[in-house]
C-alpha cells in the first residue's frame, strides 16, 4: 500500500475512533459511515485490485470473446472475415480457417481490423 493509501486509512480509523468517543446515536453513525466508509472502500478497490474500472478501446477489445460470422481465405496462410464483438460487427483476420458461429477470441487490433483465434489455439 502506498502512503496515500496509508494516509486515508489513518484519517479514516481517526475519525472512526472520534464518532465512538463522542457516542453519537445509531442513526449519525450509519449515515457518516454510509457517507465516509463507503466511497474510501471503493476507492480502495479501484486504486489497488482495479475494480469498477470502466473499460473502453483495445483494453476492453483484447481478450474479448466474439463469434463469426463468414470468414474467406485470401492467401495461404490469411482468412479475413468478420465478427460480432461488444455488440458490434468488427472486420476480422486470423491465420488459421474460422467457421461460421464459431467463437473466437481477439487477441489484437490492426486499425479497425480485429486478429482473432479459436479458443486453445496459441
Known amino acids: 500500500m502506498d502512503t496515500t493509501g496509508v494516509i486515508a486509512l489513518l484519517a479514516i480509523i481517526v475519525l472512526l475512533a472520534v ?14 459511515l454510509q457517507k465516509i466508509l463507503e466511497p474510501f472502500v471503493r476507492w480502495v478497490q479501484r486504486v489497488f485490485f482495479g475494480i469498477d474500472r ?3 478501446g483495445d483494453e476492453a477489445l483484447i481478450g474479448s470473446r466474439g463469434i463469426a460470422d ?10 479475413i472475415g468478420s465478427i ?22 481477439v487477441v489484437d487490433r490492426q486499425d479497425l481490423v480485429l486478429v482473432v483465434r479459436l479458443p486453445g489455439d496459441d
Open 84 to 105: 460480432f464483438a461488444e455488440g458490434e460487427k468488427w472486420s476480422a483476420c486470423s491465420d488459421t480457417p474460422i467457421e461460421q458461429g464459431a467463437s473466437v477470441s
Open 70 to 79: 463468414k470468414f474467406e481465405q485470401v492467401d495461404e496462410s490469411e482468412f
Open 54 to 56: 470502466v473499460r473502453t
Open 19 to 32: 464518532i465512538v468517543i463522542y457516542g453519537f446515536n445509531d442513526i449519525v453513525i450509519a449515515f457518516l
